[in-house]
């Protein structure tokens, strides 16, 4: 089971800096998702689908483990 980190950033640069950083680290792009408010543009970062907007997928996977 895949675990999920959230990271609250005040900056869309500090969104790339860590966005850079994950890529080092060997985190591929497919598994980040960056979310933020309509009116802030995100420019190249992967913007979160609306599957990956909400926590329902991911409960139920884990409510269905746990139970």
């Known amino acids: 089971m895949k675990r999920r980190l959230y990271f609250l950033l005040p900056s869309v640069n500090h969104a790339k800096l860590i966005h850079s950083e994950l890529l080092l680290a060997r985190i591929e792009e497919r598994n980040m998702h960056v979310l933020a408010r309509d ?26 483990m746990v139970g």
Do not use: V
Request: proline share 4%; charged share 20%; glycine share 8%.
């Open 39 to 64: 009116d802030i543009s995100l420019s190249d970062l992967p913007e979160a689908s609306l599957l990956d907007k909400s926590t329902l997928i991911h409960g139920l996977q884990l409510g269905f």
